[in-house]
């Protein structure tokens, strides 16, 4: 790149879509120049929003006739991988909404393909740009809770019921993606149980627990079937303990200095162990919008080639928890076995 604006195409314009547009438009360093979709009412939508863009239905015309550097893909997961491919056939940078695509094989297929074209691919795991999830990998990094001894999370909501996709893959690819940022490691096994409660085949309701080589755990426990709407995090360590709450509008982060400890003096039994109750502090944070962090990282990639935070790696790893889950429940809660290379 040469200092210009990245001249960025966008595909799909439905669900999501509009939110990756209206970040990449208000960019300062970028050009919104062309969008693809199936759908003509859709792009008339976006034509009326943004009248200076380009816009087709034709895949293969959008990445021939408009000289983009880089497309952001908003389409449903199904469709990932094929229309990657094309992106990344194309010599173009390649921004993918989660979950990569459905299939780890396919996922690392697009890993490589960029590798070898020499193009940024990136997947739009969120989370990773929150900034209180940076503030909290930040914290556990300077060893202000000790060791982390393990975390949960709790993504919970009543519906919307999905027939298409279980709630762990519908849900939880955030919270996945937090886990292994925030540990910086990959986990070797899961085991996992669910429940298709509202329709056959379709779990809507699922407890997972991810096992990491440092002996470190997670707990995810996603539902559509809830009264309450949760997203919650909580850490253990060996010092301290701390809980992120992205329901609250501005307390998010709560700190406890809690433990279990022995006085300096005991002897080394059971019933000389302690449990210590400190202080309670909520750090304050400045929040801003993920995903307009998210977009201008992408760009930024795009402009020197740097690797991003949430690349395609880090894409094929949640893609690989997805898929242990389900062999997990399908087995009954056994574990399941996570591959580590590309």
Sequence with gaps: MTGKPVRVGAVGFGY?????????????????VAACDLS??????????????ETTTDLDAFLADYDLDAVVVAT????????????IAAGKH?????????????????????????VVLMVGHLMEYHSAINWIKDYVASGELGDVLYLYMQRLNLGKVRTEENAFWSLAPHDVSIALYVLGETPDYVSANGAAYVTPGVHDTVFANLHFPSGKMANIHVSWLDPHKVRKLTIVGTKKMLVFDDMEATEKLWIYDRGVGAPENAMAYGEDLTLRFGDITVPWVPLKEPLALEV???LDCCATGATPRSDGRDGLNVVRVLEAVDVSMAAGGSPAAIAQEV
């Design 296 to 298: 201008q990282h992408f």
């Design 94 to 118: 390649c921004f993918v909404e989660k979950p990569l695509t459905l299939k780890s094989e396919d996922s690392a297929a697009l890993v490589r393909a960029a590798d070898a074209a020499g």
């Design 76 to 87: 449903s997961a199904p469709s990932h991988f094929a229309i990657a491919s094309k992106v």
């Design 16 to 32: 999501w879509g509009p939110n990756l547009v209206r970040n990449v438009d208000k960019a300062g360093d970028a050009q919104l």
């Design 40 to 53: 003509e009412a859709n792009l008339a939508k976006l034509k009326g929003l943004y009248p200076h863009v």
